[in-house]
């Protein structure tokens, strides 16, 4: 039997995945050459641009970015795809090699106090991408339907249309719950880029991390409980 967290505390991992999402995106938009971890969209919109205006070190940016990105959805994908949806075994383990990418990152934001030349730069922007496209799958497998923490244009999208198809129903807690947490995240990173930028990252990291020992801790929860309702 598998034991697993229910959908709902799932849900607010996810929450605190988004966040830290907002955490790494500030810092790779704002340090990075205006790229994003995760949001493909606008790294496309920059890529573009790079190759109208023939500006090769930009270019070289979105080709790190958005390749970071898809080589982090197959790499997540390959262990994830034949398991069942929701948070499991498999699930904590890929999310740990999110967590130990997000650590170097900070490690190497530390080394570099938080001013990283061109090519460091695309060294961290490829790590932070790579994690988010890792995130991504986590995200898919988590079960929670519709859900996303990296990219919210959907999120908001379904929320919205909810919304006027049936106004009486209640909002999807979780969607507003990843939306207001991109927002959190992103203002925290800002926050810590201005006061103690060498740590920028570390918030993002911390935040996965507790997302791996909430899981296992709901999960040993789950599986006390079916214990003790099974007939002695």
Request: include cysteine; proline fraction near 4%.
């Amino acid at each position: 039997m598998v034991h697993a967290p229910s959908t709902r505390a799932t849900a607010w991992l996810l929450v605190a995945l988004t966040t830290a999402s907002g955490c790494l995106d500030v810092i790779c938009l704002t340090r990075l050459d205006g790229y994003f971890a995760s949001v493909i969209t606008g790294n496309l919109v920059h890529s573009g641009h790079a190759l109208a205006t023939a500006d090769t070190r930009s270019l070289a940016g979105a080709v790190v970015a958005v390749g970071g990105y898809a080589v982090g959805v197959a790499a997540a994908t390959v262990p994830l795809r034949h398991t069942p949806p929701g948070w499991n075994r498999r699930t904590a383990v890929v999310t740990s090699a999110e967590a130990v990418l997000l650590l170097g990152f900070t490690v190497g934001w530390f080394a570099c106090s938080a001013r990283p030349g061109y090519g460091f730069g695309l060294v961290l922007l490829a790590m932070a991408a790579v994690s988010s496209g890792i995130q991504s799958v986590i995200t898919v497998a988590a079960g929670v339907r519709g859900a996303s923490t990296t990219y919210l244009t959907g999120s908001l999208t379904e929320l919205v249309r909810r919304r006027v198809v049936d106004p009486h129903r209640f909002a999807d807690v979780g969607g507003v719950g990843r939306l207001a947490g991109l927002v959190v995240g992103a203002a925290l990173g800002t926050v810590v880029l201005r006061t103690a930028p060498n740590w920028a990252s570390l918030p993002a990291a911390v935040l996965v991390v507790a997302v791996i020992a909430f899981a296992i801790g709901l999960t040993q929860r789950a599986r006390t409980a079916a214990g003790r309702s099974q007939p002695s």
